[in-house]
């Protein structure tokens, strides 16, 4: 079938005064500068458009931006004679200001999620979403509060199984790694949350609750993102996750999840706006009086100073971290921290001292680490992987090779790009020992699993 000429397009296009090459070098700038990474166009791409081929999502958004700045009127995509690009591009990055409008942004993320819309996919982590999410956390007012007057009444045993399913995925995750669980969560998320949300009748008291549980299973789906390494969308839910744990009023989830959004800006090397999200996270557990909460945020500062070479910071928090974590009473604290035990804090603990290049402090913390929960078997891997790392910078080369294969060991059973990571992080450090031939044995396995890039 024949398509029709874009004739719309090609007299915007000359009305701008836009050659076809300065316009997709325009088109490829404006999205870099919206955090979209991977966008390629050239002057074929704009002439197959005008020829009447419908470019995908965001093309047709950025275009109409880049006529409005030209032209100084707006226009939408069908001014362009194109479908779509309704979306806005900055979906889920912002806080948003009330109940209603944070349903709506979360609910059009998933969707947009489960469609695996291209500009989710290829969106960069941004420090400014971050910054002004945890800010508005802090701030917001909680006098909106959660209800809606829909068409199904939903109950405790709506809410029952939204959690009960996160408890699941949940437990997946930690066994097999994000990678094959997380389109069963966002398909749950669209499929079954939302219409809760969206359509259901509920007051106050189950809109909080409905709002809290919603919050942990799209916190869920922010981590598998991160483990994935899709930064910019893990980012997204996790601020969405951030605005439902405001509409429950629930000062301690929503210090997780700051916790959590630390944790990420830690891993992709952006420590200072680490110590942003974990001082936030701070002032939510002493708000919610949860103890190992409180502990976690410290801990994560700590790393936050390791990775910027702080050792007498890093020494300060990790003392704060340790009375914090002597006050806390498992049993009597939410079921969502039961995880931060003593081997999680002192995992924490040996990534900072190997930052700082301590490998012997490294090494103590690392093994008591492994005396961990043996469900968590990404975790373990982690902590396996930082043991033999730490031997490395110990130079003990033996027990860096016995310990590296043991991780991966378990990192071949992971659908995981932290864990490949982790596995290349372990091939560096091991770099210098590379003369050993049992070195030489491990590197060769570490390349099966994470070839160089």
Same mark, same amino acid.
Not at 50 to 76: C, H, K, N, S
Not at 307 to 333: N, V
Not at 355 to 380: E, H, I, K, P, T
């Given at each position: 079938?024949?398509?029709?000429?874009?004739?719309?397009?090609?007299?915007?296009?000359?009305?701008?005064?836009?050659?076809?090459?300065?316009?997709?070098?325009?088109?490829?700038?404006?999205g870099a500068a919206r955090g979209l990474t991977g966008l390629r166009y050239d002057h074929s791409s704009v002439s197959r458009w005008i020829d009447g081929q419908q470019p995908r999502d965001p093309v047709p958004a950025l275009l109409a931006e880049i006529f409005a700045l030209r032209l100084g009127r707006p226009y939408t995509s069908e001014d362009l004679?194109?479908?779509?690009?309704?979306?806005?591009?900055?979906?889920?990055?912002?806080?948003?200001?009330?109940?209603?409008?944070? *349903?709506?942004?979360?609910?059009?993320?998933?969707?947009?999620?489960?469609?695996?819309?291209?500009?989710?996919?290829?969106?960069?982590?941004?420090?400014?979403?971050?910054?002004?999410?945890?800010?508005?956390?802090?701030?917001?007012?909680?006098?909106? #509060?959660?209800?809606?007057?829909?068409?199904? #009444?939903?109950?405790?045993?709506?809410?029952?199984?939204?959690?009960?399913?996160?408890?699941?995925?949940?437990? @997946?995750?930690?066994?097999?790694?994000?990678?094959?669980?997380?389109?069963?969560?966002?398909?749950?998320?669209?499929?079954? *949350?939302?219409?809760?949300? #969206?359509?259901?009748?509920?007051?106050?008291?189950?809109?909080?609750?409905?709002?809290?549980?919603?919050?942990?299973?799209?916190?869920?789906?922010?981590?598998?993102?991160?483990?994935?390494?899709?930064?910019?969308?893990?980012?997204?839910?996790?601020?969405?996750?951030?605005?439902?744990?405001?509409?429950?009023?629930?000062?301690?989830?929503?210090?997780?999840?700051?916790?959590?959004?630390?944790?990420?800006?830690?891993?992709?090397?952006?420590?200072?706006?680490?110590?942003?999200?974990?001082?936030?996270?701070? *002032?939510?557990?002493?708000?919610?009086?949860?103890?190992?909460?409180?502990?976690?945020?410290?801990?994560?500062?700590?790393?936050?100073?390791?990775?910027?070479?702080?050792?007498?910071?890093?020494?300060?928090?990790?003392?704060?971290?340790?009375?914090?974590?002597?006050?806390?009473?498992?049993?009597?604290?939410?079921?969502?921290?039961?995880?931060?035990?003593?081997?999680?804090?002192?995992? #924490?603990?040996?990534?900072?001292?190997?930052?700082?290049?301590?490998?012997?402090?490294?090494?103590?913390?690392?093994?008591?680490?492994?005396?961990?929960?043996?469900?968590?078997?990404?975790?373990?891997?982690?902590? @396996?992987?930082?043991?033999?790392?730490?031997?490395?910078?110990?130079?003990?080369?033996?027990?860096?090779?016995?310990?590296?294969?043991?991780?991966?060991?378990?990192?071949?059973?992971?659908?995981? *790009?932290?864990?490949?990571?982790?596995?290349?992080?372990?091939?560096?450090?091991?770099?210098? @020992?590379?003369?050993?031939?049992?070195?030489?044995? @491990?590197?060769?396995?570490?390349?099966?699993?994470?070839?160089?890039?």
């Amino acid at each position: 079938m024949r398509r029709e000429h874009n004739l719309l397009l090609r007299h915007l296009i000359a009305e701008a005064g836009f050659s076809h090459k300065g316009l997709a070098r325009r088109l490829n700038d404006l999205g870099a500068a919206r955090g979209l990474t991977g966008l390629r166009y050239d002057h074929s791409s704009v002439s197959r458009w005008i020829d009447g081929q419908q470019p995908r999502d965001p093309v047709p958004a950025l275009l109409a931006e880049i006529f409005a700045l030209r032209l100084g009127r707006p226009y939408t995509s069908e001014d362009l004679g194109m479908a779509g690009g309704a979306t806005p591009l900055d979906l889920g990055q912002e806080f948003p200001h009330t109940w209603q409008e944070g *349903v709506e942004t979360v609910t059009a993320l998933w969707r947009a999620d489960l469609q695996r819309r291209r500009f989710l996919l290829d969106s960069a982590f941004a420090v400014g979403a971050g910054s002004s999410g945890a800010l508005r956390w802090l701030t917001l007012s909680g006098e909106d #509060k959660p209800h809606a007057s829909g068409v199904r #009444k939903v109950g405790a045993h709506d809410i029952a199984a939204i959690r009960e399913v996160t408890r699941s995925f949940g437990e @997946l995750d930690n066994r097999f790694g994000g990678g094959r669980v997380r389109p069963a969560v966002v398909r749950y998320l669209d499929s079954a *949350v939302a219409p809760l949300l #969206k359509d259901g009748i509920y007051g106050e008291a189950t809109g909080r609750a409905l709002a809290s549980a919603a919050a942990g299973v799209t916190r869920l789906a922010g981590w598998m993102a991160y483990d994935m390494e899709q930064h910019g969308l893990a980012q997204r839910h996790l601020i969405q996750a951030l605005s439902l744990a405001r509409g429950a009023g629930d000062h301690g989830f929503g210090g997780e999840i700051l916790a959590g959004m630390a944790h990420q800006a830690i891993y992709i090397g952006r420590p200072r706006h680490a110590l942003d999200l974990a001082r936030a996270a701070q *002032v939510s557990a002493r708000r919610a009086e949860i103890p190992s909460l409180l502990a976690e945020a410290y801990v994560l500062e700590a790393h936050a100073h390791a990775g910027l070479s702080d050792g007498a910071a890093c020494a300060l928090a990790l003392h704060e971290a340790d009375l914090a974590f002597d006050r806390r009473s498992p049993e009597e604290e939410p079921e969502w921290i039961r995880y931060f035990d003593e081997a999680y804090l002192a995992a #924490k603990y040996a990534h900072c001292f190997r930052d700082l290049g301590d490998g012997a402090q490294a090494v103590r913390y690392a093994r008591r680490s492994l005396d961990m929960d043996g469900r968590f078997v990404r975790g373990r891997m982690f902590n @396996l992987s930082l043991l033999a790392s730490a031997h490395a910078i110990c130079g003990d080369v033996e027990q860096a090779c016995h310990v590296g294969g043991s991780a991966l060991d378990l990192a071949a059973g992971l659908s995981s *790009v932290r864990t490949r990571s982790y596995v290349a992080d372990l091939r560096r450090r091991l770099a210098p @020992l590379s003369k050993e031939p049992e070195v030489a044995t @491990l590197v060769r396995r570490s390349r099966e699993l994470a070839p160089a890039a």
